[in-house]
């Protein structure tokens, strides 16, 4: 399915496999910047701005639900997506926290619809500003 309009994404995993996940998310037409820790995922937020952030829920540095907030308050048109071994009804979240949640192991066919999905949850999405931190 060919968008009409290229979408960034940050995905924030902990595990080796960010390089399959950056694999399939450029074939598939995604332009991908992987971080590793909550700190970096920030950082990135902060510098680039981003579509879709996909969080692990375990990162070395943060949880993805506080690292989800801290999104939220800072970008809230992004999509989130959490990925997580855990059932949804087990995490401590606030509704409309996250867009969407994937249980480990991922599988990448839900992923690829649920990006695609994407332009219509932007759209459907009452425009929020910004908290500045400078």
């Not at 993805?64 to 308050?73: D, K, P, T, W, Y």
């Amino acid at each position: 399915m060919q968008r009409e309009e290229e979408m960034n994404v940050l995905v924030s995993r902990r595990e080796a496999a960010e390089l399959v996940f950056g694999l399939f998310l450029s074939k598939w037409g995604f332009d991908v910047q992987p971080v590793f820790t909550g700190t970096e995922a920030l950082a990135q937020i902060e510098k680039l701005g981003f579509d879709v952030v996909l969080l692990d829920y375990r990162l070395p540095d943060l949880d993805g639900l506080s690292l989800a907030r801290m999104v939220r308050e800072r970008q809230p048109d992004a999509v989130i997506f959490l990925l997580t071994a855990f059932q949804l009804n087990e995490l401590p979240m606030n509704a409309g926290l996250i867009d969407n949640y994937f249980n480990k192991p991922l599988d990448l066919q839900q992923l690829h619809q649920a990006l695609e999905e994407v332009p219509r949850l932007r759209a459907n999405r009452p425009r929020k500003k910004a908290l500045n931190r400078r």
